[in-house]
């Protein structure tokens, strides 16, 4: 993967989190880390969803089983909002 932009022009999330999409409803999904911890996060008009081939645009094409990396804006309260997800299947 080749960056576009400078380091202070990439958008900042509170942390990154990767793991396994477990379940995708109307406007949130849930992941489990390879540690077993599963995170739910919203989504909204202003999350990027990215993926190889563009197969995944939104949260429609989510999947369970598919692997993703979350940038994650704290909302606080144990609520986390999904900034940007790259999600794609492992081969």
Do not use: C
């Not at 202070?8 to 477990?22: A, F, H, M, N, S």
């Not at 409803?25 to 969803?49: L, M, R, Y």
């Not at 993926?51 to 949260?59: I, M």
Request: a negative charge.
């Amino acid at each position: 993967m080749v960056a576009a932009a400078a380091q202070d022009q990439l958008p900042k999330y509170d942390w990154r989190i990767t793991g396994e999409v477990v379940s995708v409803d109307n406007s949130t999904f849930t992941i489990e880390t390879p540690k077993g911890k599963q995170f739910a996060f919203s989504v909204t008009e202003d999350t990027h969803f990215r993926s190889r081939n563009t197969q995944v645009q939104s949260l429609d094409d989510l999947e369970a089983g598919m692997k993703v990396l979350v940038g994650v804006e704290d909302l606080g309260s144990g609520k986390y909002h999904a900034g940007l997800v790259i999600a794609g299947h492992l081969k």
